[in-house]
């Protein structure tokens, strides 16, 4: 059974800092790109970061760059989001997903998503 399965969420203090997790089932991480995504209550689903299969890209947004750094652990099958420097914007649902494109902007070349983990970022 393919699954995503997201982790690491919580309520923190701006400022503070986080470490989401994405654990794989069913299917090789690696051999996908792997992307970050969130959203805010009305607000549309907007991509944070995103990792090629290849390990030789990553690409951030420009409200996350300097803050936040996605990795992977091929050993575990699982990838990572940490966030540094929390901001009460960066409050939102946060969602991994995988491609068998090289991150791709729309949500729909996506082949896999999680169910999604809350940050919520306040004092």
């Known amino acids: 059974q393919v699954q995503l399965v997201e982790s690491g969420g919580g309520l923190v203090q701006p400022g503070g800092s986080l470490r989401l997790s994405c654990a794989a089932s069913?299917?090789?991480?690696?051999?996908?790109?792997i992307g970050w995504f969130r959203q805010a209550p009305g607000k549309e689903r907007e991509g944070v970061s995103c990792?090629?299969?290849?390990?030789?890209?990553?690409y951030y947004a420009d409200s996350v760059k300097g803050r936040f750094t996605i990795s992977r652990d091929n050993a575990k099958n699982t990838a990572y989001l940490q966030m540094n420097s929390l901001k009460p914007e960066d409050t939102a649902v946060y969602y991994c997903?995988?491609?068998?494109?090289?991150?791709?902007?729309?949500?729909?070349?996506?082949?896999?998503w999680g169910q999604g983990t809350q940050v919520t970022v306040s004092s």
């Open positions: 997903a995988a491609s068998k494109r090289l991150c791709p902007s729309r949500i729909y070349e996506y082949d896999y």
């Open positions: 990792f090629s299969s290849s390990g030789g890209s990553t």
């Open positions: 069913g299917f090789t991480l690696d051999d996908y790109a």
